[in-house]
């Protein structure tokens, strides 16, 4: 029984994440260069670089790595917030 309601919980949190309206925490977007061409990621709060993904990506890139550049560049701007204090 405490297995049901712990498998519930998880999935009414999971559920009620996807359903987080994303846009009051959106940053402008911005853009990282690479080899294969420029990747346009959509940021969001520092706190939030989880939700980092690629708006527009080269033809030549998957969507994962895209995301995970996205991912990267939203990090870096994290740190590069941090150090500035």
């Known amino acids: 029984m405490k297995r049901i ?3 519930s919980s998880v999935l009414a949190v999971t559920m009620t ?3 987080v309206d994303r846009t009051g925490f959106e940053t402008e977007p911005a853009v ?8 346009t ?10 939700w980092d993904r690629h708006i527009v990506r080269p033809k030549g890139m998957n969507a ?7 991912y990267q560049e ?8 941090a150090l500035a204090g």
């Open 64 to 70: 994962a790595i895209a995301d995970e550049i996205c």
């Open 32 to 39: 990282v260069k690479t080899e294969l061409g420029d990747v």
């Open 74 to 81: 939203g990090l870096r701007q994290k740190e590069e917030l």
């Open 17 to 19: 994440g996807a359903c």
């Open 5 to 7: 309601a712990l498998v």
């Open 41 to 50: 990621c959509q940021l969001y709060t520092a706190d939030l670089v989880m």
